[in-house]
């Protein structure tokens, strides 16, 4: 894989990372403990609130772990390990790399054949 690509590869998972970022610092709000005064809100709207609290949370850790695939990909590129399956040690194929350049691992390993 030539050092251009490589480079496409780390552009595209630094801009991923940090929308991310910015996605995570935009719930916070949402993910605070929903206050379950009785005067201010009813049932429903603590309920409603509930839900909201829990999908952002959900969101927050699926963000998370896609950060964690993120940086790992980013340290395979500085290493020079990047674009190899870490299973098997054959080359990723450049068209996986393009759908997710986070992928550890090639098709075929990534199915168990």
Do not use: H
């Not at 609290?53 to 963000?63: D, K, P």
């Not at 290493?79 to 759908?99: K, S, V």
């Amino acid at each position: 894989m030539d050092e251009n690509s490589i480079e496409q590869y780390r552009r595209r998972l630094l801009e991923e990372r940090a929308s991310l970022d910015a996605e995570e610092a935009g719930t916070e709000t949402d993910r605070k403990p929903v206050e379950l005064d009785q005067q201010s809100v009813g049932r429903l709207s603590r309920m409603d609130a509930l839900q909201v609290q829990a999908m952002a949370s959900a969101q927050s850790r699926r963000r998370t772990a896609r950060r964690a695939q993120i940086t790992a990909a980013l340290k395979r590129i500085d290493e020079g390990e990047f674009g190899w399956c870490l299973e098997c040690g054959e080359p990723i194929e450049p068209r996986r790399l393009d759908f997710d350049p986070a992928s550890a691992v090639c098709i075929a390993c990534a199915r168990g054949t």
